[in-house]
Every structure is written in structure tokens, then in C-alpha cells.
């Protein structure tokens, strides 16, 4: 039997999660659209402001069914079942009959608000509401609906598919049933659940946020982007950091600096030249390399 993880109540209060709603159809919305598709086998309904960015959302989970079944990794009954359990819809009137509804949508807070509260306008009093916010606060985000005790934090890593760590966030008023309902669809997703406090960036972004702001210090005060990446690449790390930014994406990296930023002071530094960074992107700035030597990610 396994053991329960540290602040997980008895599972025992855990509801029953037989249809997800995620809002969002980007790029983590749609990994978490397969994740919960695969693992649960429940219905997925996914939503987003238009149709171009729905068929987007659906036809990733696709492909990305596809690629499973080009590698033998799931059958062609599972990828065709995996695929009908993901639609998606340009109302939120889908996530009506949800157990359990995830945001994904951008990184700010009265836009995660006003999210939560269209969702809570049509969704039963028992659904729960989990954000995959990466450094805003949980409470905040409650703060003015009806029924704040179904808000949990629920943080995932990229590439989701393979990273398999999972941020839970319980915030003052998370009542037990929804923390325990987190909790086992942890397991059922196959991932490895630690409970964190509602703190900017939770754990391991404050400490990724470290990192970030050390290198784009050493960028700011004037050595190059790719010799400092490379500077790291012998270090054992799975990825440089200027690589796992360019796959978490640069806008991302900086609301999470910003929102540590403005907890924590300036051990958290926010670089004047990240908007340079985004403009040109960051693979570009590799290949301003001193010798002129293209980076080799
Ligand atoms: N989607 C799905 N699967 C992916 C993938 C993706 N984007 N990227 C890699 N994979 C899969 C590959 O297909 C491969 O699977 P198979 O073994 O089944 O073929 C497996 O992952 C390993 O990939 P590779 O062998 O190509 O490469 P690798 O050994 O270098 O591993 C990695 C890739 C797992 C991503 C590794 O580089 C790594 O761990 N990087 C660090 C990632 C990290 O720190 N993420 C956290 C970012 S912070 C964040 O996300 C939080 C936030 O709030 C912003």
C-alpha cells in the first residue's frame, strides 16, 4: 500500500472526476487536455476565445496521439479512444456537467478571475476549480467567488508529458474533499504530488527564478547570451537555462520573475533587456555567439 503523501487528507473524501474542463487550448492547456484524456479516460472538454485556437488546441492532443502510436507506446483502440474523449467548444456552457475544471490561460490575475468566475456561473456548487498558475496567488484568485473552498492550485511542469512533478496548492479556504480530489487524480495522472504553501512561484519556480535571474543578470551586464548558457551546459543540468526558458517561453519566465520580484525584492532580479530577449528570441541571441560559431542545442 502506498503511503499517503505529506498534507494529503484520507482519500477517502476524494470525489469522483468523470468529466475535465480546461480552459485555455495553448500549448499546456492542450498537453493537459492528453495528460487527463489518457490517464482518466474521461471526457476533456477544452475551451478558448475562438474557434481557430480550439482546432488548434484538439488537433495537438492528435498529433500528439498519433506520435504515441508511431512509437508503439499506446494501442490504435486507445489513441482512437483517447482521441474522441478530447473536443472542444468556444463556450464555457461545455464545462456544465465538469467535476473538475483547470485554467491555463495567461499568466494574470484579473484575467484568471474573471475566468474562475464565468466557469463558477455554470458549473455545479461541488465542481472544483484548479489553476495551473506557475507564480500567482491562489487566494487571490478565489478571493471573490462563491464557493472559494473548491480552489486548488494544481502546477505542472513542461514538457508535461514527461516531467513528474506536480505542485498542489492549498490555499486558506481549500476544503479537504477538493485537496483529496487533487490528490488522487495526482496518482491517476501518474504524477508525484507535493503539497506547497500559496507563496509566489510555490517551490520549484522560486528557486528555477534563482537561476533566471542570475543569468540574465550576467547577460545584462554585458556577456552574451549563448557563453553563459554554455557556461552551464557541462553542470549535469537536464537543460541550460537559457534552453528551459526558450521551452517554458520567455513571457512566461518573466511573469514568474516579476511576481517573485515584487514578493521578495531584488534577490530576485527582472532583467531591462528581457523584452530584447523576447523580440529576438532567444535562439537568435545563440548565434550572436563571439566566434561566431552556431549553438548547438
Ligand atoms: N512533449 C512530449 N514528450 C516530450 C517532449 C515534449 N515537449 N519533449 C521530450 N519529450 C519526450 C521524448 O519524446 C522522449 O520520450 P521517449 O523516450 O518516449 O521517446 C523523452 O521525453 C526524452 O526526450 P529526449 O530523449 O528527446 O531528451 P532528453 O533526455 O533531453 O529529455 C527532457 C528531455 C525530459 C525535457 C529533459 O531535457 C528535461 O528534463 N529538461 C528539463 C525540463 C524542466 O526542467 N522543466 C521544468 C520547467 S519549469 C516549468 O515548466 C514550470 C513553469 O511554471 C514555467
Known sequence: ?????????????????TKVGVVGAGLMASQL????????????????????????????????????????????????????LVTGSVSKEAFADADFVIEAVFEE????????????????????????TSSLSVTEMAADLEHPER???????????VMPLLEIVRAPKTDDAVLATAFVLAKQLKKTAVLVKDAAAFVVNRILGRMFGEITKVFDEGTDAATADNALRSMGLPMTPFNLL???GLPVGQHVQESLHAAFGDRFHVSENSQKL????????????????????
Not at 1 to 17: E, S
Not at 117 to 132: D, G, R
Not at 151 to 161: D, E, I, L
Not at 278 to 296: C, E, F, H, R, T
Open 1 to 17: 500500500r502506498g503511503k499517503r503523501p505529506a498534507g494529503a487528507p484520507d482519500k477517502k473524501l476524494a470525489r469522483p472526476v
Open 33 to 84: 487536455a492528453l495528460l487527463f484524456a489518457k490517464n482518466l479516460k474521461v471526457p476533456v472538454v477544452m475551451t478558448d476565445i475562438d474557434q481557430e485556437r480550439v482546432d488548434k488546441g484538439v488537433g495537438y492532443v492528435h498529433a500528439e496521439v498519433d506520435k504515441l502510436l508511431g512509437k508503439g507506446r499506446i494501442s490504435s483502440d486507445a489513441a482512437n479512444r483517447t482521441k474522441a
Open 109 to 132: 490575475m484579473s484575467v484568471k478571475k474573471q475566468v474562475f468566475a464565468e466557469v463558477e456561473a455554470v458549473v455545479s456548487p461541488e465542481c472544483i476549480l484548479a489553476t495551473n
Open 151 to 161: 480552489v486548488v492550485g494544481f502546477h505542472f511542469f513542461n514538457p508535461v508529458a
Open 246 to 248: 526558450a521551452l517554458v
Open 278 to 297: 523576447i523580440d529576438a528570441g532567444i535562439k537568435s541571441l545563440w548565434q550572436q555567439d563571439s566566434d561566431g560559431k552556431p549553438y548547438v542545442p
